[in-house]
């Protein structure tokens, strides 16, 4: 994030982000499921308003995003992890990679 974001706006990162959990929250009506709800929806906001891609759709975003680091950070070679199928992990992360830069 370093690289991508000026350290001067991490107050008015921190702001928006602040608000936009209050207001899904608000908006929830007393009841939400946490994870699609506000701990996916918060940093798929964030980028939509942040990194230009106002226009997204937010489901696309969230599987661009989910293949992408599933593919980096959990499906390595020397993870404890197994995955049953590492390689159609790779290839959705390809696919959906294509997909983000054709968008």
């Given amino acids: ?44 906001a964030l980028v939509q308003d942040w990194f230009g891609f106002s226009h997204s759709d937010p489901e696309k975003l969230r599987r661009w995003s989910y293949w992408a680091q599933l593919d980096t ?8 992890i197994g995955w049953p199928d590492p390689t159609r992990i790779h290839a959705e992360a390809k696919a959906t990679g294509l997909e983000m830069v054709a968008y």
């Avoid at 921190?14 to 929806?41: C, F, H, M, N, Q």
């Avoid at 950070?73 to 404890?80: L, S």
């Fill in 1 to 44: 994030m370093r690289s991508i974001l000026d350290f001067e706006d991490i107050p008015a990162i921190r702001t928006y982000v602040g608000e936009k959990a209050a207001s899904l929250l608000a908006a929830a009506g007393g009841s939400i499921d946490a994870v699609p709800g506000l701990t996916r929806a918060v940093p798929i």
């Fill in 73 to 80: 950070f959990w499906n390595q070679p020397f993870d404890a």
